[in-house]
Antibody, heavy 119, light 113 residues
Framework: EVQLLESGGDLVQPGGSLRLSCAAS????????MSWVRQAPGKGLEWVSA????????YYADSVKGRFTISRDNSKNTLFLQMNSLRAEDTAVYYC????????????WGQGTLVSVSS | QSALTQPASVSGSPGQSITISCTGT?????????VSWYQQHPGKAPKLMIY???RRPSGVSNRFSGSKSGNTASLTISGIQAEDAADYYC?????????????FGGGTKLTVL
């Protein structure tokens, strides 16, 4: 059974940093691209970032480019999202998702972790 | 403002069929057969319902079907049931040359009357 478990969400002040983690199990993690998708309170889904199976190729939404960094540790089946220079508009539930084919569609999702940016 | 346009809400009585539209552009929906649809119940994670425009993942009811014409994709739910009440999001691959990559619709709330 595929499982994705996010952690690391917290309340942080504007300008602060946070690192999210996503522990994966039940599939060949190192063979699959992975993405982060977020959802602001009461709003729709927004794709944030993706990493190739080996982590060497990454993509970012314009809204986070230069502030967020996606990475992965395939030896620990874990995906990360380093978030710097956080803004109020980054407040959202962040979902980790497994890409069936990088960027094409997301066949499994975690339960999400809440990031709140406020002073 | 979302990149793909969906109606904010649709409704229907049990047993009826409903269709949710998803309008993009020639740079996303119109260029690729890579439209997917996700169902999200309140407080839950999204669930893949349709991928590659028309394909259904294993375990998804055949009451759910997808289609596409030009820049508009559609999700049809036949014989809607109470448990189908949820938010539905369309999504499209948008290519790598435009640096957009993936776009979502704003979501459609399905109410089963």
């Amino acid at each position: 059974e595929v499982q994705l478990l996010e952690s690391g969400g917290d309340l942080v002040q504007p300008g602060g940093s946070l690192r999210l983690s996503c522990a994966a199990s039940g599939f060949a993690f190192s063979s699959n691209a992975m993405s982060w998708v977020r959802q602001a309170p009461g709003k729709g889904l927004e794709w944030v970032s993706a990493a190739s199976p080996g982590g060497g190729t990454t993509y970012y939404a314009d809204s986070v480019k230069g502030r967020f960094t996606i990475s992965r540790d395939n030896s620990k089946n874990t995906l990360f999202l380093q978030m710097n220079s956080l803004r109020a508009e980054d407040t959202a539930v962040y979902y980790c998702a497994k890409d069936e084919e990088m960027l094409y569609y997301f066949d499994y999702w975690g339960q999400g972790t809440l990031v709140s940016v406020s002073s | 403002q979302s990149a793909l346009t969906q109606p904010a809400s649709v409704s229907g009585s049990p047993g009826q069929s409903i269709t949710i539209s998803c309008t993009g552009t020639s740079s996303d929906v119109g260029s690729y057969n890579l439209v997917s649809w996700y169902q999200q119940h309140p407080g839950k994670a999204p669930k893949l319902m349709i991928y590659e425009v028309i394909r259904r993942p294993s375990g998804v009811s055949n009451r759910f079907s997808g289609s596409k014409s030009g820049n508009t994709a559609s999700l049809t739910i036949s014989g809607i049931q109470a448990e189908d009440a949820a938010d539905y999001y369309c999504c499209s691959y948008a290519g790598r040359s435009t640096f957009t990559y993936v776009v979502f619709g704003g979501g459609t709330k399905l109410t089963v009357l």
